[in-house]
């Protein structure tokens, strides 16, 4: 039998290897666990692999409670080849100590882990292991892995990636910030975004083409006027010199929406480019309070005054 994409099983690629939280966010996605699974050393790589068209479909940290968005995948979403979010995925997270079983915290001098994980258990390590020193890895799960192989004495990882790599748990539940939480994106090739639900989100990226006072106030105000939210803002050098910046936007509701679409319009006409990044639900489920005059049926009775007056029918 010849396998076809009909028939083969959906390919996910993610920041590998096995045993990272990114992992454990893929595997609360619908049909995950009898998807085919690509783990893969980077971000970019991850992309990359679903750009070429070797993965269906994706899934990368993007931002986390306690420090802020990833830069890499904004980075990597704002300018590379473009892709689509389709779904996304809040994972609480708490790290644990893992080294090779024996080991104990007198014993420990160097602590890997990935660069977005230190800085979530800064404290702790200053209080528990005061004299070791922190060493950088790909993941969390490379980390465990660089300990069982005996490069660095400890890692901070979820506590399920200590059975995978043959480790020892020496503490649990490390964190400086208690209920932190990170947020993992869901990515296809560009496609049709999914149908709204009430409880969505929409990712865009503006670019601004000339620099001047007031030129953020006017992106801000195409939202503002027409009572939508934005959860993220973050500012990003474009590579094209000093002062060039792009702007990665979160904000509530779905393209289809009047408010929404209408809001993007107003973006395209002032903005040097803008990037649709995705329309899809919201994992918290939260749905936005829409202010009066805001409501789809008030652009459709407004656009239809306007026509009476055109048409001379007021």
């Given at each position: 039998?010849?396998?076809?994409?009909?028939?083969?099983?959906?390919?996910?690629?993610?920041?590998?290897?096995?045993?990272?939280f990114t992992e454990a966010a893929l595997m609360s996605l619908p049909g995950a666990a009898e998807a085919e699974q690509l783990p893969l050393?980077?971000?970019?790589?991850?992309?990359?692999?679903?750009?070429?068209?070797?993965?269906?479909?994706?899934?990368?940290?993007?931002?986390?409670?306690?420090?802020?968005?990833?830069?890499?995948?904004?980075?990597?979403?704002?300018?590379?080849?473009?892709?689509?979010?389709?779904?996304?995925?809040?994972?609480?997270?708490?790290?644990?100590?893992?080294?090779?079983?024996?080991?104990?915290?007198?014993?420990?001098?160097?602590?890997?882990?990935?660069?977005?994980?230190?800085?979530?258990?800064?404290?702790?390590?200053?209080?528990n292991v005061p004299d070791a020193e922190w060493r950088a890895a790909t993941s969390n799960a490379e980390a465990a892995q660089h300990v069982?192989?005996?490069?660095?004495?400890?890692?901070?990882?979820?506590?399920?990636?200590?059975?995978?790599?043959?480790?020892?748990?020496?503490?649990?539940?490390?964190?400086?910030?208690?209920?932190?939480?990170?947020?993992?994106?869901?990515?296809?090739?560009?496609?049709?975004?999914?149908?709204?639900?009430?409880?969505?989100?929409?990712?865009?990226?503006?670019?601004?083409?000339?620099?001047?006072?007031?030129?953020?106030?006017?992106?801000?105000?195409?939202?503002?006027?027409?009572?939508?939210?934005?959860?993220?803002?973050?500012?990003?050098?474009?590579?094209?010199?000093?002062?060039?910046?792009?702007?990665?936007?979160?904000?509530?509701?779905?393209?289809?929406?009047?408010?929404?679409?209408?809001?993007?319009?107003?973006?395209?006409?002032?903005?040097?480019?803008?990037?649709?990044?995705?329309?899809?639900?919201?994992?918290?489920?939260?749905?936005?309070?829409?202010?009066?005059?805001?409501?789809?049926?008030?652009?459709?009775?407004?656009?239809?005054?306007?026509?009476?007056?055109?048409?001379?029918?007021?």
């Open positions: 039998m010849f396998v076809t994409a009909e028939t083969r099983p959906e390919r996910y690629a993610y920041l590998g290897p096995r045993g990272t050393a980077t971000v970019p790589a991850v992309l990359d692999a679903l750009r070429r068209g070797e993965a269906d479909s994706a899934v990368v940290a993007l931002e986390n409670s306690v420090e802020g968005s990833v830069p890499t995948t904004l980075d990597e979403l704002a300018t590379g080849e473009p892709l689509h979010i389709v779904a996304e995925v809040h994972l609480p997270v708490s790290f644990a100590l893992l080294v090779r079983p024996g080991t104990a915290l007198a014993d420990i001098k160097t602590v890997a882990s990935h660069p977005i994980a230190q800085p979530q258990c800064r404290r702790w390590l200053a209080g069982a192989d005996g490069h660095y004495d400890a890692a901070l990882a979820g506590s399920f990636a200590a059975a995978r790599y043959g480790l020892a748990v020496l503490a649990e539940d490390i964190h400086d910030v208690a209920d932190a939480v990170t947020r993992f994106v869901q990515l296809r090739r560009p496609c049709a975004p999914p149908p709204a639900t009430g409880t969505d989100r929409t990712s865009v990226v503006a670019f601004i083409g000339e620099d001047h006072p007031g030129a953020l106030l006017e992106i801000l105000t195409e939202f503002s006027v027409r009572g939508i939210n934005l959860s993220l803002i973050q500012s990003r050098p474009t590579g094209a010199g000093l002062g060039s910046y792009l702007f990665w936007m979160d904000l509530e509701g779905h393209v289809d929406d009047a408010r929404v679409g209408e809001a993007l319009m107003g973006l395209r006409r002032i903005c040097a480019d803008v990037r649709f990044v995705g329309s899809y639900p919201r994992a918290d489920q939260v749905r936005p309070e829409i202010r009066r005059g805001t409501h789809d049926n008030d652009f459709t009775e407004a656009a239809a005054w306007l026509s009476t007056i055109r048409t001379g029918h007021a």
